[in-house]
């Protein structure tokens, strides 16, 4: 676990809940679209992302989701789920979840999300301003 969190610096814990589990007896495969938005706004209001969307009206949207399940998770368990970026351009990222299971002290599941910037005011994407960059490349893998 230790080097799991020295990985990644920005992590999120999630109590798995009882009916997160679907009949399989295992959690259901979209809810792990649920944890990674979690850990994704925990990201971004570490990094003052969504206080800056309050004042520009400039914020990210998710162009694409993807997810990777290595191993079942049930209930009882937390997981940590760690960010990283990667792939920053002009106006989008690509951002990185590794799930690890406590109980079975082992990542569980893998997904990313594409992140595009969006003008909410003029329905067109936006620039990632500069301290937006300094902040994602503090996570760049």
């Given amino acids: 676990m230790d080097k799991f969190l020295e990985q990644y610096p920005i992590n999120t814990s999630i109590n798995v809940a009882w009916g997160e589990m679907d009949a399989l007896q295992h959690v259901n495969n979209v809810v792990y679209f649920r944890y990674f938005e979690t850990a994704r706004i925990d990201f971004f209001n570490?990094?003052?992302?969504l206080e800056d969307l309050q004042k520009t009206?400039?914020?990210?949207?998710?162009?694409?989701?993807?997810?990777?399940?290595?191993?079942?998770?049930?209930?009882?368990?937390?997981?940590?789920?760690?960010?990283?970026?990667?792939?920053?351009?002009?106006?989008?990222?690509?951002?990185?979840?590794?799930?690890?299971?406590?109980?079975?002290?082992?990542?569980?599941?893998?997904?990313?999300?594409?992140?595009?910037m969006f003008n909410f005011k003029t329905g067109q994407k936006a620039q990632l301003t500069p301290q937006l960059l300094d902040a994602l490349k503090t996570y760049l893998q």
Avoid: C, W
Avoid at 46 to 49: P, V
Avoid at 82 to 100: A, E, P
């Fill in 57 to 116: 009206a400039v914020g990210p949207v998710i162009s694409e989701n993807q997810a990777r399940y290595k191993r079942p998770v049930t209930f009882p368990d937390t997981l940590v789920v760690g960010v990283s970026i990667s792939d920053i351009n002009d106006d989008r990222f690509m951002m990185h979840y590794h799930v690890f299971s406590q109980t079975q002290q082992a990542v569980t599941t893998i997904g990313s999300s594409q992140v595009v």
């Fill in 46 to 49: 570490q990094i003052n992302l």
